[in-house]
């Protein structure tokens, strides 16, 4: 099978063009790299691709950035939007029989919620949702829909953690990290192993807007899945107390992390649902 890969030296995309390759595939990369097959930034510019391929995976995106993750920055949602249109741009000429867009459930905008499906209002609260979201459209409306898959991916794991599983790890390496005891909340992640196995084996299946995941996890289980370093405990009526305070206070951003660590946030895998 011939891949074509955006945003190949990414948490995901360097993981998904290892395993491809691993199998035997033919792997060709685009993205601002100079070890890239079409070396690029996709938030400037595009090129025009005449190779044709099977799959085309558009992992590219502006990721782990703190101000596109939490605010609207305008310019980093038009640069994200940017890299899918040129993209887009860039394949507009060649043959494909699939194209997976990797999106995410930051679409919808929610902090917690219990078994939440793609029937969900889609309401971002950030940037990097609003991007994603505004990127979906683009594709659904430029791609047939007998070629286009797009996956909106919860919690990612797998070797070399980014984002909130990074900071975790930060925090337990440092001798910073702290739960709740008895804090049930669970959390939905998706094992980058279990994503690459749909994508090889499962996806040519499946059309449209899907979610995948592997499992729900208690909150306090996955973190402490991650490290055998030293955790520690407050009783869960810290959590309560604390909620309240930066209630009274209008403490808003801390208000936000808390209810995120202590609420249920977990989504239905429908490819599962057929």
Known sequence: ??????????????????????????????????????????????????????VIIHTASIVHNSEHANTFNQQLILQDIEITLNLLRSIEKISFKKLIFLSSVSVYGVDFGRDIDIAQKISPKSGYGLSKAISEKIITQSIPQDKLLILRLPLVNGPSPKGNIKIALKAIESGKMVLFKGNNAKKTVLELED??????????????????KSYDVKFNTFIEGLSEKRIYYFPLVFLKMMLFVTKIFQLSRIKNTLLKIGSDLTFIDTTKTK
């Open 195 to 212: 994503l690459y196995g749909f994508l090889f084996n499962e996806s040519v299946r499946y059309y449209g807007i899907h979610q995948l």
């Open 1 to 54: 099978m011939r891949y074509l890969i955006s945003g190949a030296n990414g948490f995901i995309g360097s993981f998904l063009k290892s395993r491809l390759i691993s199998d035997g595939n033919l792997v060709k990369t685009l993205g601002r790299s100079m070890d890239n097959d079409y070396s690029l930034d996709l938030t400037k510019k595009f090129i025009r691709i005449s190779e044709d391929y099977d």
